[in-house]
T-cell receptor, first 118, second 117 residues
Framework: EAGVAQSPRYKIIEKRQSVAFWCNPI?????LYWYQQILGQGPKLLIQ????????DSQLPKDRFSAERLKGVDSTLKIQPAKLEDSAVYLC????????????????FGPGTRLLVL | AQKVTQAQTEISVVEKEDVTLDCVYE???????LFWYKQPPSGELVFLIR??????QNEISGRYSWNFQKSTSSFNFTITASQVVDSAVYFC??????????????FGTGTRLQVTL
């Protein structure tokens, strides 16, 4: 079974530029997550989708970050404009999904995109 | 609010030694799940184990074992006869079942394990 796919694996941009990351979850997984992992820290949830609807985006800096999952499968996370403090690894994860608020599920992670903002 | 503490920032051991990674959690929920993930240098988080708050049985999987103790709010992870391939950052995570949202994971800061020959 194919895992979570992410691209690109690495990205270097200058501050104030924009960048986009792509994620394709495990086939059949309804729930998709984007995490930000700053060096030396654990991953922090940015946004969670159930199919194409947003479940939780409370920690997403909405003035510069946006995410979409239009067809309920793959997803794009965008940063515009980027700041130096956005340098991090952006991880995508997916889980089977089901009834909203149902039992906690295991999340499976992709390899991440390492972003460096200069 | 949930919190996960991994007090050990970095551990170095020689191959074949046993090593225990500590995890202490805080939550007000009575129903919750605990996880361990491994993050090798490649960056991908690899799922190792998930336990729910009602199951305090210890678990063993090959060289890996987990000790869950609700009385001390701990979920420690032991690697027996460590190998160089075990070198990675290990994360403990907690998820509490909240109505309206599902599966929100709170991670600890991770423990970097270095296994040398």
């Amino acid at each position: 079974e194919a895992g979570v796919a992410q691209s690109p694996r690495y990205k270097i941009i200058e501050k104030r530029q924009s960048v986009a990351f792509w994620c394709n979850p495990i086939s059949g997984h309804a729930t998709l997550y984007w995490y930000q992992q700053i060096l030396g820290q654990g991953p922090k949830l940015l946004i969670q989708f159930q199919n194409n609807g947003v479940v939780d985006d409370s920690q997403l800096p909405k003035d510069r970050f946006s995410a979409e999952r239009l067809k309920g499968v793959d997803s794009t996370l965008k940063i515009q404009p980027a700041k130096l403090e956005d340098s991090a690894v952006y991880l995508c994860a997916s889980s089977l999904g089901g009834t909203l608020g149902a039992v906690t599920e295991t999340q499976y992670f992709g390899p991440g995109t390492r972003l460096l903002v200069l | 609010a949930q919190k996960v503490t991994q007090a050990q920032t970095e551990i170095s051991v020689v191959e074949k030694e046993d090593v225990t990674l500590d995890c202490v959690y805080e939550t007000r929920d009575t129903t919750y799940y605990l996880f361990w993930y491994k993050q090798p240098p490649s960056g991908e988080l690899v799922f190792l184990i998930r336990r729910n708050s009602f199951d305090e049985q210890n678990e063993i999987s090959g060289r890996y074992s987990w000790n869950f103790q609700k009385s001390t709010s701990s979920f420690n992870f032991t690697i027996t006869a460590s190998q160089v391939v075990d070198s990675a950052v290990y994360f403990c995570a907690l998820s509490a079942t909240n109505t309206g949202t599902a599966s929100k994971l709170t991670f600890g800061t991770g423990t970097r394990l270095q296994v040398t020959l």
